[in-house]
């Protein structure tokens, strides 16, 4: 079992069951799912593919390719070409992926001052974007050709953003003061 998950279910619950006043250990909120999406353009296939390699390496999964829904002559875009690549974690790898986040990746961010507190939507779910691939420990920062960013969006079950913000500072998620 990840280790987050086991810390979430002995610690966490018991905490958020006494913070937020809930009677069950089942109307505390909890990690849905994890989507990590790459927005990659319009590029040639060879770099394409690099990123799609990189993507599941970072997630232990296989991404699913995305294709333009339609054509934009200024971009060169036609409808149907690749232009991204997502991938849905759940369960057990979705455990893994955000202890890595927190505990590796976030901390080699340079000059990393906290995540922001205001990107929650509203409903609980909370988006953030990195700018290179090459801070998570499965990449290694000289075979990297081209820098690619990605949006990773933590789905939660919490009704509001004050929830779901409890429920990702007990996580670990290093949120700046602002």
Do not use: W
């Amino acid at each position: 079992m990840a280790t987050l998950k086991d810390r979430y279910d002995r610690e966490m619950v018991p905490r958020l069951c006494e913070t937020l006043g809930v009677g069950h250990r089942l109307r505390v909120p909890r990690v849905r799912k994890v989507v990590v999406n790459m927005g990659t353009g319009v590029m040639d296939k060879e770099e394409y593919q690099n990123h799609l390699e990189e993507l599941a390496k970072i997630t232990g999964q296989r991404p699913q390719q995305r294709k333009a829904r339609s054509s934009i002559s200024n971009f060169k875009l036609r409808e149907g070409m690749t232009v991204g690549a997502r991938v849905t974690l759940r369960g057990r790898r979705m455990y893994e992926f955000l202890d890595r986040l927190i505990n590796a990746a976030l901390p080699r961010i340079r000059d990393f001052r906290g995540l922001s507190r205001t990107a929650f939507d509203g409903r609980g779910n909370y988006t953030m974007g990195i700018r290179e691939q090459s801070i998570f420990p499965e990449i290694d920062p000289n075979e990297v050709k081209s820098n690619q960013g990605m949006n990773i969006t933590i789905v939660t079950t919490g009704r509001n953003d004050d929830e779901a913000r409890l429920l990702l500072e007990m996580l670990g998620m290093p949120f700046g003061g602002n």
